[in-house]
């Protein structure tokens, strides 16, 4: 073969003249004539294999070129038989590789073939890719969701065809067909051709999806061969980032690939390569790269979690990045570095380098819990959930991570807020403290520990010496001393001396003799050394010699001279290791033995350890505990994602059993109610997963756990939290579980007494079974004999308690509870629960026991609810308590410290006896007022809803038996008038509500009814505080009289005076309180009558007492939201109360206005009302509190239109403000409007209201603020209009109004408006006669009036009064006037006559 094939760069290269023995293509083919080419190369293949490619390359070239033309079957056709060549090479390839027989011309006929058949099948490839992309955009789905058939037919052949031309490249290039080449080096073009096809296959769109799985991983194990093999390495690096900015579809392709390259095929480098290149990009690239980041952070966060081992060498290049403006690639880098710290750098078994990083890491991951960016944050915190999910935090950082992660709780974003509720329910679970602990409890352990820690601290401090020398150092501190003792003992002595020394010599023999060996005497003389005993030392050194020659330790002294001495003395002190050892055991003054020095240092570690446990353990539950509080709050967000996360927190808190868990999860339970139904439905879920799942071995040991976990949960509960469970409780019976049975029967077990059990739980199995009751009526009604005989028998006086609670659970068998549609279920006076429950109450009357009222108001509604003919029972039942009391009262035995002395008048309420017991007496009181109320109530719903019933049964049995022919004839005749007038079934209701009217009025009260016995005494007690001045016995009368006056019309009136009072005179707060919420009552039933008393009400919002002030708002609030009472200018009272000293009247007041905000206008109508009332000198607000309350009302102030109005009206204000304090307060109010251009406008129109007064500083500096604040991203022309103002304002403060009101400042005033018209200068200042008129026009304040004036207010004559009109009044269609017109004023008014109020005060 004399030629050669070089790879082209472009497909078309091959056609033109090539270079000396280099291939060209001799003849193109035209599509027409392809076919039998094709067959042709077909016929070759099979006769030749593989090699027919050199003969036949011009027949695929020519498909090639005109790819676009031909066929799809042509085609279809050439990729078989390219496929077919090129597998034909991977098979007879390898034999021919390892052979040694191989000539030039074999091996450049081989060569030429794999270029040759490799070129064709991947520029095919290519460009039936690029058609398989183009034809699934043309036959993407449209609006019916449907693909054209031949499009999909042709995609689906083309994926498994794709994946076949993979797997035959792979089979190729597994080979090492570089043999082929000289010198085994592969032309880059081969390389390339390759490669493009497989990053061609790559930019396909679905590349990513699931089912090209097999193409996609194909594509990584061709391109991991060629990195590998054939020096593609920096190439794939460069194509990974180029292809990652334009198709962010990749990055976790990429990833994928990348991990696979590194770890199976071992090329690391191409980790360092591609980061390299994503480190080398700067910020403000970064930043105009959109989508490029997006793929770069993906492929980084996909890659630290497939290699994170591999990615710690190329770190530091990331690192950089965390200083950047992209926040996406903050949050990939801070993603490394989590997975980096969970599966790499984890556990004990860390080097001192490995524990340097980590503490590194940790670090940049704590700066960017603080990170500017909110989605930084918030994703730094799921990191840190799944480090402590990992269990891979130090125990160390446990603290600082937590304060950190209770501090982001405040964070603004709702992102980061989740995250940090999910990190702290991640540390509570995984936490290696004892959550059971509370701080509370952990306090004495803590102290206790930490005493004994300091006891064993002083102890070890006196015992041990000051600082252990070893004795190198001693020697060297004795060395100069000792020498000079040795050189005395040396010299020679005189006769004296030397009969003294020989009797020391002695001594020293026997010293010596008494030592047995050399060691014992080494032993001896150390000790002499150590106490300062030199001279002794140093003769027995010297004796020694003689008595142990042979010693090593004396073998020096032979020769005795004071260097040979003084070594052997150094010898001996110093010694080896092993004598050291020994000598410390033998010297008195030395520490302590070693072993037990070792013994007492552990100790005090291991107590050093349990102090700093303890107090790590109390920090955590600290800071639990500060979470829960925080997260309990959050529970009431309007954010549902936010309150969802909450829920879940205390669902894991309360599964681990944290101190204050079933705070959060009693609090949660209001929650049921919520119109939101996936906060309603995480609720019902928190609570089936922790009471509703039990777990136990046995169907009973399930129901007992479950009785027992919602026992606890009820035990204490208040009222609204029991009805909250109910709804719970309510869908677990209803749903046919097969506990419920199980659980009915412990119930009753525990109600009945036959499982030991506390009063507290029996009450709570029988509201239980109430709940139970609601989904099935028959679990109570068949068993009415049980509770009757267990709780409101004999021992019923015992635990009123028991017996209200069971009184409950029979009312939820009532059609009112149950709303049922059909006949009343009634059971007759007879039986035996209302014989029980009749005696209960009367003999309650006569006693003191505190539940009693409580049981009482539940008995007599129960009677009211399911008793025949029950005004007949509670008529016998008042008649029978107050023969007991009379009793009690003729008996006269006993008499009790409570009791009240009648006289006078008071004889004429109580004929007989002298003394009556206060307590019964406001027993009796409180059971007539009950009586009387549910009267009302049973006559208004159950006798009402019979009648209705009734009728409508009536209708329906004439209506059967009319014939058609007579119903469609009355139809016809009667339907038109009536439909048009509107009267259908109402003639017949209103007769229905007439005749209940009736009752109301004439009979309940009649002399004949044992009601109207009662009125006279209740009236008594009310007006008598002085006489009757027991608590209870007030508060019970109060109560009963108001629920009298809910009878009739004509009762309210003859006792409002009285009732209003009452609330203002009283001097128990109990008594104004439930005054209070009397009259709201009264006031939704009677509003004509209550309506001249509304600013009474509103003066209870100032009472001293805060319960009172409490009550009043709620009522309030309720009264103003459901549109009972008129929106006036006396809501500037509640406003007062956003100042309160008390947090939760506070938080009331602010929820009143954020309702009213919801209402149309209502705050922005009310405001100019409010300003000067509160600006009112005779108020008294200081100057802070008025900015605080402003601040508050002008936040709900949002529409552009409504701060231009008010910007008008408080301008308007500064001309019959009185006093510089209104003033200041109109300013500071007109600083707090979000100020717009049309307002700004509407502000200089109005000049002359405010420009007298600007040389007061506090109408100043207001006005000031606005130009700073408008002056904030102003548009040129409109600053220049600020500024302008802003020296208008300062030039009059400084200098005065008269002194800038010059011509100068006029004509420039006339330039910059355009006038040519001479400017009339006027003092905006009004005359002093005139202002006093407007002053002596002002309305007098409410608050002037005394409070001792209880007169019913009259309607004002219809007197002309000056009123200042506003240019915006005429725009605001829908805002409301202060004064209430003729429309709005009640028709039929019932005014409290005269004659009766003098009576009753000369009474």
């Given amino acids: 073969m004399s030629w050669d094939f070089f790879v082209p760069v472009c497909v078309g290269d091959l056609v033109k003249t090539g270079g000396i023995n280099q291939y060209v293509v001799q003849e193109v083919v035209s599509p027409k004539h392809l076919p039998p080419y094709l067959s042709r190369f077909k016929a070759a293949l099979r006769s030749q294999g593989p090699m027919c490619i050199l003969e036949h390359f011009d027949t695929g070239y020519s498909v090639l070129q005109h790819c676009n033309s031909v066929e799809l079957g042509v085609k279809e056709d050439i990729l078989e038989l390219l496929i077919q060549v090129v597998g034909g090479l991977s098979v007879s390839l390898p034999t021919l590789l390892v052979s040694t027989s191989l000539s030039a011309a074999e091996r450049k006929e081989k060569l030429n073939a794999v270029k040759m058949s490799v070129f064709l099948l991947c520029k095919l490839t290519e460009n039936l890719e690029s058609d398989s992309c183009r034809q699934s955009i043309v036959t993407a789905p449209g609006k019916g969701g449907k693909k054209g058939k031949a499009g999909g037919e042709g995609l689906l052949q083309w994926d498994s065809e794709r994946e076949k031309v993979l797997q035959v490249l792979i089979q190729l290039l597994q080979l090492d067909i570089r043999s082929l080449w000289s010198l085994s080096l592969v032309e880059e073009e081969f390389i390339s051709c390759v490669t493009c096809c497989c990053y061609k296959l790559l930019e396909n769109p679905t590349i990513s999806h699931v089912k090209s799985k097999p193409t996609r991983d194909g594509i990584i194990h061709l391109l991991g061969l060629l990195i590998k093999k054939y020096n593609h390495l920096l190439g794939a690096s460069v194509k990974v980032i180029q292809l990652l900015q334009h198709f962010e579809q990749l990055s976790t392709v990429f990833a994928q690939a990348v991990s696979v390259w590194s770890t199976e095929y071992g090329v690391r480098a191409i980790i360092g390569e591609v980061i390299r290149e994503i480190g080398r990009k700067s910020s403000e690239e970064l930043a105009r790269e959109g989508s490029g980041v997006k793929a770069f952070a993906t492929f980084l966060s996909e890659l630290g979690t497939l290699v994170p081992e591999l990615m710690i060498p190329n770190i530091s290049v990331l690192i950089t990045h965390l200083e950047g403006e992209s926040h996406t690639m903050r949050v990939a880098v801070c993603e490394v570095l989590g997975e980096i710290l969970v599966r790499v750098l984890c556990g004990d078994g860390l080097d001192e380098s490995g524990k340097a990083d980590r503490n590194r890491f940790f670090d940049t991951l704590q700066e960017h819990l603080h990170d500017t960016h909110s989605y930084v944050r918030a994703r730094v915190l799921q990191v840190y959930t799944r480090i402590v999910n990992s269990k891979a935090l130090p125990l160390c950082r446990y603290s600082e991570v937590m304060e950190l992660a209770v501090g982001r709780l405040m964070d603004k974003s709702i992102n980061a807020v989740k995250s940090a509720i999910q990190l702290l329910a991640a540390f509570i679970a995984h936490n290696p403290y004892s959550c059971k602990l509370s701080s509370a409890d952990l306090k004495k352990p803590l102290e206790k520990e930490t005493a004994k820690l300091r006891e064993m601290k002083e102890k070890l401090e006196g015992k041990a010496p000051v600082a252990v020398i070893k004795a190198s150092e001693l020697w060297a501190a004795m060395e100069p001393e000792l020498l000079v003792t040795v050189r005395t003992e040396l010299e020679p002595t005189s006769s004296s001396e030397n009969e003294q020394q020989e009797d020391e010599d002695d001594r020293d023999v026997e010293e010596v003799k008494e030592a047995d060996d050399d060691r014992a005497t080494a032993v001896r003389i150390a000790q002499y050394l150590r106490v300062n005993k030199y001279r002794n030392a140093v003769k027995l050194c010297v004796k020694a010699h003689s008595f142990f020659p042979e010693s090593s330790m004396f073998a020096s002294l032979a020769t005795i001279t004071p260097e040979n001495l003084m070594d052997t003395l150094a010898l001996i002190f110093k010694g080896s290791d092993e004598d050291a050892s020994e000598l410390s055991q033998n010297l008195p003054p030395t520490p302590q033995k070693e072993g037990e020095k070792e013994g007492e240092d552990g100790e005090l570690k291991k107590q050093e350890m349990l102090v700093q446990y303890l107090k790590d353990t109390e920090t955590f539950a600290l800071q639990v505990e500060r979470a829960i509080s925080v997260i309990n709050t959050m529970l009431y967000w309007k954010t549902t994602s936010v309150v969802q996360e909450a829920v879940q927190f205390c669902v894991t808190v309360c599964e681990f059993s944290v101190a204050n868990s079933v705070s959060g999860v009693r609090k ?275 006798v009402s809803a019979e009648l209705r019933r009734r009728r409508g049964e009536t209708e329906e049995r004439e209506e059967k038996e009319k014939g058609p022919a007579s119903k469609a004839k009355q139809a016809a005749n009667e339907s038109a008038m009536e439909e048009e007038l509107g009267l259908i079934g109402a003639s017949a209701e209103d007769t229905e509500a007439e005749l209940i009217r009736k009752i109301c009025e004439t009979e309940l009260l009649a002399e004949e009814n044992l009601l109207s016995a009662f009125l006279p005494l209740l009236v008594r007690v009310c007006s008598s505080p002085g006489r009757y001045s027991h608590p209870q016995l007030t508060t019970a009368a109060c109560l009963a009289l108001s629920q009298y006056m809910m009878i009739s019309p004509s009762v309210c009136e003859e006792n409002i005076r009285l009732m209003f009072t009452v609330l203002e005179r009283s001097t128990l707060p109990v008594v104004r309180a439930n005054a209070i919420i009397a009259l709201g009552d009264l006031t939704v039933r009677f509003p004509n009558i209550l309506e001249p008393w509304t600013q009474n009400l509103y003066a209870r919002l100032s009472d001293e007492v805060p319960s009172v002030r409490q009550t009043a708002v709620t009522v309030l609030t309720q009264l103003v939201l459901k549109d009972v009472l008129k929106v006036k200018g006396q809501v500037s009272e509640v406003a007062v109360l956003l100042i309160d000293p008390e947090p939760h009247i506070t938080s009331l007041a602010l929820n009143f206005f954020n309702e009213l905000a919801s209402k149309d206008n209502a705050i922005y109508n009310l405001l100019p009302d409010i300003i000067s009332r509160l600006s009112d000198p005779e108020r008294g607000m200081s100057s802070g509190d008025f900015n605080t309350v402003m601040k508050q009302l002008f936040s709900y102030i949002t529409k552009e239109r409504q701060t231009e109005s008010l910007v008008e009206k408080l301008c308007q204000r500064f001309r019959t403000a009185k006093t510089e304090r209104q003033w200041c307060d109109l300013a500071m109010s007109l600083s707090l409007l979000s100020m717009c251009e049309r307002g700004f406008k509407r502000l200089q129109e109005c000049w002359e209201c405010y420009s007298d007064k600007l040389t007061e500083p506090g109408v100043y500096q207001p006005l000031l603020s606005i130009t700073a604040k408008l002056r904030r991203g102003a548009k040129p022309q409109f600053k220049a209009q600020v500024d302008e103002f802003e020296k208008r304002l300062t030039a009059v403060h400084t200098r005065g109004l008269e002194n800038v009101e010059s011509p100068e400042m006029d004509e420039e005033n006339q330039k910059e408006g355009g006038s040519t018209e001479s400017p009339v200068r006027r003092t905006p200042l009004p005359t002093r006669g005139r202002a006093k008129a407007k002053r002596g026009q002002a309305k007098p304040s409410v608050s002037s009036r005394g409070d001792d004036s209880f007169v019913t207010p009259q309607k004002s004559r219809k007197s002309k009064k000056t009123v200042i009109t506003f240019s915006s009044d005429d725009e605001e269609e829908d805002e409301e006037d202060a004064v209430m017109a003729e429309s709005e004023t009640p028709k039929v008014t019932t005014p409290i006559a005269r004659k009766s109020r003098r009576t009753r005060l000369r009474n």
Avoid at 761 to 773: E, N, P, S
């Fill in 668 to 942: 949660m339970l209001p929650l049921v109610w919520s119109t939101d139904a996936a906060i309603k439905d995480a609720v019902v879920q928190a609570y089936r997963r922790l009471y509703l799942n039990p777990q136990g071995d046995t169907v009973r040991m399930k129901a007992q756990t479950l009785v027992d976990s919602l026992s606890e949960l009820m035990v204490d509960a208040s009222l609204g939290t029991i009805q909250c469970l109910e709804e719970i409780v309510q869908e677990f019976f209803g749903s046919g579980s097969l506990l419920q049975s199980t659980v009915v029967q412990v119930l009753w077990e525990r109600f009945t007494g036959k499982r030991e059990t506390s009063v507290l739980y029996k009450r709570a199995a029988v509201l239980l079974l109430g709940m139970a009751t609601r989904a099935e009526r028959e679990v109570v009604l068949s068993n009415l004999d049980t509770l009757c005989s267990v709780a409101l028998g004999e021992k019923v006086t015992e635990d009123f308690l028991l017996a209200r609670d069971t009184v409950i659970t029979i009312c939820s068998i009532t059609d009112h509870v149950r709303q049922s549609k059909g006949s009343p279920f009634r059971l007759p006076q007879d039986h035996q629960l209302f014989t029980c429950l009749t005696q209960a109450v009367a003999e309650g009357v006569v006693m003191e026991d505190p539940y009693w009222q409580s049981f009482m108001e539940q008995a007599v509604r129960l009677i009211y609810f399911l008793a025949e003919s029950p005004d007949q029972l509670c008529s016998r039942l008042l008649q029978r308590s107050a023969r007991l009391l009379l009793d009690q009262i003729s008996e006269g035995g006993e008499v009790n410290k409570d009791v009240v002395q009648v006289q006078d008048g008071s004889q004429e309420s109580s004929e007989q006896g002298e003394q009556v017991n206060c307590v019964c007496l406001a027993q009796l009181l409180a059971l007539c007022g009950c009586v009387a109320f549910w009267q009302v109530s049973h006559l208004e719903r159950s």
